[in-house]
């Protein structure tokens, strides 16, 4: 019977080198064919379709601007960075991007809804629902109607709440709050249509809110007392311990008197 003799060990690793430099070569030559082919101008980004709310944007516009900073073809773009570059332009709170294939980018815009105008009136910005700052043309006169907040760094969400939460206050005086601001040192201002000037002083949300309950609920009684009506308030100071201030058209400065006790029966 005829045995096979086996093979030699040095026959046998130059067998697994060769296969795998063969393995290695064709690995790299697939390579080079898809970075060559990734690379044609025929795969390049030739659309690019946007949609979702465009109420303050175009969408030709904005292709235009965005187009030049794309870098790579359908196949390289950074997704994440053309997302970054549609957030960037005006009024667009979220952009979602994907590929279409063979030769587009697909867009859905989110545009920020602006709750506020924030600011003083040479460097006004836009506030969202959130309370984030955004840039936008607070001058637009469709945005004139939004309130007037203004406030530290850092503190424009604090003083979007603190509107929302005195807001309804007020416009039981058919006197809305137009706008609110809080110091450096935390004391708050509050504007009405009329333009009365209220100072609210320095405390909490809880504390504000309650020393602007008291004086909307007893500033009728106050203003009637004078043969006065609301409307003719200019100015009041909550800051005081034990009641407030006002100055109404014709009246100099009246304070709210002290609650009557109940007579006994």
Same mark, same amino acid.
Request: aromatic residues 6%; contains cysteine; charged residues 20%.
């Given at each position: *019977?005829?045995?096979? *003799? ?41 659309? @690019? ?19 030049? *900073? ?36 697909? /867009? ?69 709050? /137009? ?24 405390? !909490?949300?809880?504390? @504000?809110? !309650? ?11 106050? !203003? ?42």
């Amino acid at each position: *019977m005829e045995q096979t *003799m086996p093979m030699p060990l040095d026959v046998k690793l130059m067998n697994v080198l060769a296969s795998a430099l063969f393995l290695g070569c064709a690995a790299l030559v697939l390579a080079a064919g898809v970075r060559w082919a990734a690379s044609l101008p025929a795969l390049g980004i030739a659309r @690019i379709i946007v949609q979702g709310e465009l109420e303050h944007n175009n969408a030709v516009s904005l292709q235009a601007n965005v187009m030049p *900073m794309l870098k790579g073809n359908f196949f390289t773009i950074d997704l994440a960075a053309t997302k970054h570059a549609f957030e960037q332009a005006p009024w667009v709170r979220e952009a979602r991007v994907k590929r279409e294939f063979p030769n587009t980018l697909s /867009v859905v815009l989110q545009e920020q809804d602006a709750a506020a105008i924030w600011g003083s009136a040479g460097e006004a910005r836009l506030l969202n629902s959130d309370g984030q700052i955004f840039e936008g043309d607070s001058s637009d006169p469709d945005l004139q109607q939004l309130p007037r907040l203004q406030g530290p760094e850092g503190r424009s969400s604090e003083v979007l709440a603190m509107y929302r939460l005195l807001s309804p206050a007020f416009a039981t005086l058919n006197n809305p709050l /137009v706008a609110l601001r809080e110091s450096d040192s935390g004391s708050w201002r509050a504007s009405l249509q009329s333009g009365a000037a209220i100072e609210l002083g320095q405390g !909490t949300q809880s504390e @504000i809110s !309650t020393r602007v309950a008291k004086f909307v609920e007893s500033l009728p009684q106050v !203003t009637s007392s004078y043969r006065r009506g609301v409307a003719a308030l200019e100015s009041a100071d909550l800051r005081h311990t034990s009641g407030y201030a006002v100055r109404m058209q014709g009246v100099t400065t009246g304070t709210a008197p002290p609650a009557k006790p109940a007579a006994k029966k």
